[in-house]
């Protein structure tokens, strides 16, 4: 259904039966898991007669076992499972070594079997086991596990989710597959260490919590983000009904001539991929004048490889006195003379420094958890009493809406879209509240039900309802020259200073005037 504005309403279906779509065709991970293991018996050379008739199976978990067992007994095989973690070589010398103990197997399995539980068996003993084909998958997003057994895994894409009808066996898998994720990024999980944020070489992050913090029947508790390797558009974003051509033609105008601002929701609201887009729309629009600082607790965000860019990341041991945090590298960034800071989900007294950083010329954006636009300044204004400022909280809010008078909210919809849902500009503060208003803002209509009662749809559209401050319009226009740019964004009656002086000197007989 559309609008008469032409604005799309994004419909999609959510819920636990709910098969999202990638390119237009049916997303099944049934198939995808399928099919991943199909491309990896191709790409090793495996054949598979379609037309043979499959031979009774011994039990795949009884097949693993054993050769679990095999190579555990031996310290040489032993060694090799171990390298594998860290070595390609090694890698194919397990796979070898697998390979050779199924054709021992006692039961005489076929060359089928043999060829299919190699696959799983390197999988579920140095590999992934079943979450290996969703991390390759570039449509899957998110992956979190809750513990062993079926309906225990969620796929999550950029339409929705999808819970897994298989799983892992038990407790012990879980575990297992827990700690070799923490072991691809350096660090080590255990009862001493038992909650541990990562990532992988494959760029994506890992988020792993164990027992005692977690029942001890569950192994572990897995939360896995993938980092978006394709480059999102515009145009996707248009597609996704994420909001509509103007509005980021607006926040592109703010960040392309250094206004600061912020990006509020909850987790998985679309903040982070909205960040990524407006840096990368940044860094292709000011060309050689751009210098990008990152700031981030887990390594998500990605420019183009042609940007001049520094990425960093918290890390440490506070009990060890090595943490570095994100005032630490808010710190540092001003001696990189960067052009562009972005300070990814502040939680406490960066906001301090993301503040003095944005008065002092910088471009900031930031993003961090609020219900709305309003409630982030005082969301900001908590964070950066947390630095132990003296200052009043009136100054400090004053200050705030200085630094970042544009604030952007996102949502994840009902029915899994992720919209922008009003980008407001704050102007100035009456004690410590924030005195500003929306200039664009999503209006919900009403929601389509499936039949078990979860929504399948929101209906609405994105609407302009104010314009911008006459003074922030001044602000872009001094940094820019553009008046037409500014005027589609201000009163329709705006006119720069500039003009307005020349017009009332030439009436007040004043000609004498030098032009640049």
């Known amino acids: ?27 099944n991970p049934f198939v995808a898991l399928n099919m991943a293991r199909q491309d990896r018996s191709a790409r090793e050379g495996i054949y598979v007669d379609p037309t043979a008739k499959e031979a009774p199976r011994v039990s795949y978990k009884s097949v693993l076992e054993w050769v679990q067992e095999k190579i555990s007994s031996t310290e040489e095989m032993n060694k090799t499972l171990m390298d594998s973690l860290d070595s390609d070589q090694a890698n194919d010398q397990l796979k070898a070594i697998i390979y050779s103990l199924l054709q021992q197997h006692p039961a005489a399995l076929d060359m089928q079997t043999v060829q299919d539980y190699k696959v799983r068996i390197y999988e579920d003993m140095a590999g992934l086991s079943i979450l290996t084909p969703y991390i390759d998958d570039p449509n899957v997003e998110e992956i979190n596990v809750f513990g062993p057994g079926p309906e225990q895994i969620e796929i999550i894409t ?43 070489n494959s760029g994506v992050r890992v988020s792993v919590m164990i027992p005692p913090i977690i029942r001890e029947d569950k192994g572990a508790v897995i939360s896995v983000r993938k980092q978006t390797k394709a480059r999102i558009t515009r145009a996707d974003l248009i597609n996704t009904t994420s909001a509509m051509a103007e509005e980021f033609e607006f926040i592109e105008l703010c960040t392309r001539n250094k206004v600061s601002g912020a990006l509020v929701g909850a987790t998985g609201s679309g903040k982070t991929t909205l960040l990524n887009y407006l840096m990368s729309d940044y860094v292709e629009n000011t060309k050689d004048e751009a210098r990008v600082y990152i700031i981030e607790e887990s390594r998500e965000l990605q420019l183009p490889e042609n940007a001049r860019v520094i990425y960093t990341a918290v890390c440490g041991d506070e009990k060890s006195g090595t943490e570095i945090t994100a005032p630490d590298l808010l710190k540092s960034a001003l001696r990189f003379h960067p052009t562009f800071i972005s300070c990814a989900e502040m939680r406490g007294e960066e906001a301090m420094n993301a503040m003095t950083a944005a008065q002092t010329g910088h471009i900031v954006w930031s993003t961090f958890h609020a219900d709305n636009c309003v409630e982030a300044y005082q969301r900001l204004l908590t964070m950066c009493k947390m630095s132990g400022t003296d200052l009043s909280e009136h100054l400090l809010m004053r200050n705030l809406v200085s630094a970042f008078p544009i604030i952007i909210s996102t949502q994840q919809m009902k029915d899994g879209t992720r919209k922008i849902t009003g980008i407001y500009e704050a102007e100035d503060v009456d004690g410590v509240q924030v005195v500003g208003h929306y200039i664009y803002r999503l209006q919900i209509s009403g929601y389509e039900y499936n039949a078990d009662g979860t929504v399948a749809a929101v209906h609405g559209h994105h609407a302009r309802v104010g314009y911008l401050s006459d003074k922030m319009a001044q602000r872009i226009f001094d940094n820019c020259g553009r008046k037409e740019l500014v005027k589609k964004f201000a009163r329709q009656d705006w006119e720069p200073e500039s003009a307005i002086n020349m017009q009332n000197a030439a009436a007040s007989g004043y000609a004498n005037m030098q032009t640049f």
């Open 1 to 27: 259904m559309g609008h008469p504005n032409g604005i799309s309403d994004g419909l999609c279906l959510m819920g636990v039966k709910r098969m999202p779509k990638s390119n237009g065709n049916a997303y």
């Open 158 to 200: 950029g339409d929705g989710s999808y819970m897994l009808h298989e799983g892992f066996d038990d407790a012990e898998s879980v575990l297992n597959i827990a700690k070799r994720m923490v072991r691809k990024g350096n660090m080590v999980i255990d009862q001493s260490n038992p909650r541990v944020d990562s990532y992988m």
